[in-house]
């Protein structure tokens, strides 16, 4: 009874963190209360890619040089950017069960003096069949368990 006063504010005020710490110690007496960050939805959102192939993908070096990404339109189209090239598709999807797969995308030709990501983020599109979206992170998998390395981990962004 001698918390309630302390434990009210933080179930009101979900999201902050609440703490009430016994001043002649620095030992919390009511954890942190925090809130659940909503999952970003797949469709209409730009997912910048962060890692492929198990490997981190570092930022463009040129703050004009666009991050690879990878757009699904509501219509339920892909575009994106490989590092250099732009794509554009269709796709399959099964939202109740998270299944996706790209059709066949279509590319420009530019060559580009690297093409490594590129090349393994159009290989992790290919080879996609499953994705999971966990806040702001989208996982693409090629088999149903979606467990291990991703085939692909990407970023939700603001698009500009």
């Known amino acids: 009874m001698r918390y309630l006063p302390f434990l009210l504010p933080c179930l009101v005020l979900a999201g902050t963190a609440c703490q009430r710490v016994d001043h002649s110690s ?11 960050t909503p999952d970003a939805p797949l469709r209409d959102t730009r997912w910048v890619l962060r890692q492929v ?33 732009h794509f554009r598709g269709g796709l399959e999807l099964a939202d109740t069960d998270g299944q996706l797969q790209f059709a066949r995308l279509a590319s420009t030709r530019i060559a580009c003096p690297t093409m490594a990501v590129e090349q393994q983020f159009s290989q992790a599109l290919n080879t996609t069949r499953y994705y999971r979206i966990t806040g702001d992170t989208l996982r693409l998998y090629g088999d149903a368990e979606r ?5 692909a981990q990407l970023v939700a962004t603001t698009m500009p």
């Open 26 to 36: 620095s030992t919390p007496l009511v954890g942190a209360v925090t809130a659940m």
């Open 53 to 85: 192939a198990g490997q981190p993908v570092a930022a463009p070096e040129a703050a004009t040089t666009p991050a690879p990404y990878l757009f699904i339109s509501a219509a339920g189209t892909a575009e994106g950017l490989g590092g250099c090239n």
């Open 147 to 151: 467990s291990g390395t991703p085939l």
